[in-house]
């Protein structure tokens, strides 16, 4: 994959856009005052964090090569609702007879995988268009740009101003909340590498 883009998580992509785009921010979240560009920013960093915590790249759907070894007749892919296999390639040679799940395993009906590291390429579409995880990258993003970075709140007299945060005593920066974190839970790649 030339002027491919390497993931933190071992595999590559043509391109790695973020989760929510500025665009989509402002139908699911109107009303937002900030830029397009500071939005766009906004929405990257939120799409790393989600991405970090997850394990791999989650949204959108995208065609991955992952190169590196399997263990025994299984492969591991890190990834989750892997949708179609397109090529499996074990020490150079194309291989067609194996079995694969949406959970990223693949297993192979004959044979055994070497024990060789980068011996195996398997190019797989993997990701999510599921809207309850664009909700969440949108509702992060849109805490972030309503919070006012370090300021929790003013009192002049008896007037008490409360501004909006992202977390208890955190005001500004991405910042994924316990809820966050438990609706992300199910998109979670569970795998010790």
């Known amino acids: 994959m ?45 799409s790393a964090a989600v991405r970090n915590y997850c394990g791999w790249h989650v949204s959108p759907s995208l065609e991955c090569t992952f190169t590196g070894s399997g263990e025994g007749d299984l492969l591991m892919l890190p990834s989750m609702r892997v949708t179609a296999i397109t090529s499996l390639t074990v020490g150079g040679v194309a291989v067609t007879d194996y079995q694969w799940t949406g959970a990223g395993m693949v297993r192979l009906n004959s044979g055994l995988f070497p024990d060789a590291w980068r011996s195996v390429v398997c190019v797989y579409t993997a990701g999510t268009e599921d809207a309850a995880v664009m909700q969440i990258v949108a509702q992060i993003a849109a805490n972030h740009l309503a919070a006012a970075p370090g300021v929790a709140s003013e009192r002049a007299g008896d007037v008490s101003i409360t501004y909006n945060s992202t977390g208890s005593g955190i005001t500004g920066g991405i910042s994924l909340l316990p809820r966050d974190y438990a609706l992300l839970f199910p998109y979670v790649l569970h795998r010790a590498w």
């Open 2 to 46: 030339p002027d491919s883009v390497i993931t933190p998580w071992g595999y590559s992509v043509d391109a790695l856009p973020p989760i929510v785009d500025a665009d989509t921010l402002d139908k699911l979240c109107p009303g937002l005052s900030s830029s397009y560009d500071t939005k766009s920013a906004v929405l990257e960093a939120v």
